[in-house]
């Protein structure tokens, strides 16, 4: 009876060892485990910003940024979607892909991420939004200044590096 037992907990054992093992493999694909939570937070940030990127521009609605960009970063969107608008245009912005190069501790509540992104965009007229451009596509190396307040972490700013 005892070898009953044994061999139908051994028969349980691969199946959950898979699974642990699956599930630790995917972790490790999303984070570098070495990072501070503080870095892995702010890396985090960048991303969730560059995800909700395109429907701030699409919708002309910066409120989207809101829980990931300070309100100065926020107002910079806006304000390029307001350019844009004055001139009979609404941007389409596509993410094609996005690198961390690098992610460093500026402060207790400070982290520096470094991207490369690469981008699509179209300026379409305003009255027919619905009819697609050529797109350009464009790649940028960008720096996020990412900060900790009550808890929250959020861009402060995005700055294009030269």
Same mark, same amino acid.
């Given at each position: 009876?005892?070898?009953?037992?044994?061999? $139908?907990?051994?028969?349980?054992?691969?199946?959950? /060892?898979?699974?642990?093992?699956?599930?630790?493999?995917?972790? /490790?694909?999303?984070?570098?485990?070495?990072?501070? !939570?503080?870095?892995?937070?702010?890396?985090? +940030?960048?991303?969730?910003?560059?995800?909700? &990127? !395109?429907?701030?521009?699409? +919708?002309?609605?910066?409120?989207?940024?809101?829980?990931? /960009?300070?309100? /100065?970063?926020?107002?910079?969107?806006? $304000? &390029?979607?307001?350019?844009?608008?004055?001139?009979?245009?609404?941007?389409? *912005?596509? &993410?094609?892909?996005?690198?961390?190069?690098?992610?460093?501790?500026?402060?207790?509540?400070?982290?520096?991420?470094?991207? *490369?992104?690469?981008?699509?965009?179209?300026?379409?007229?305003?009255?027919?939004?619905?009819? !697609?451009?050529?797109?350009?596509?464009? +790649?940028?190396?960008?720096?996020?200044?990412?900060?900790?307040?009550?808890? *929250?972490?959020?861009?402060?700013?995005? +700055? !294009?590096?030269?």
């Amino acid at each position: 009876m005892s070898s009953m037992c044994t061999r $139908a907990s051994s028969e349980r054992r691969p199946p959950r /060892a898979v699974t642990i093992l699956l599930l630790a493999l995917a972790a /490790a694909a999303c984070q570098r485990p070495n990072d501070p !939570p503080e870095v892995q937070a702010a890396r985090a +940030t960048v991303l969730r910003y560059n995800d909700r &990127l !395109p429907l701030a521009f699409r +919708t002309g609605n910066q409120a989207v940024l809101g829980d990931v /960009a300070e309100e /100065a970063e926020a107002g910079r969107v806006g $304000a &390029l979607v307001t350019e844009l608008a004055s001139r009979g245009q609404v941007m389409f *912005a596509r &993410l094609l892909d996005l690198k961390i190069e690098s992610a460093k501790m500026l402060g207790p509540n400070a982290v520096l991420v470094e991207t *490369a992104e690469a981008w699509t965009y179209e300026h379409r007229k305003l009255d027919d939004r619905d009819r !697609p451009v050529e797109p350009a596509r464009v +790649t940028y190396r960008m720096s996020y200044q990412v900060s900790r307040e009550s808890g *929250a972490w959020r861009v402060q700013v995005a +700055t !294009p590096k030269k």
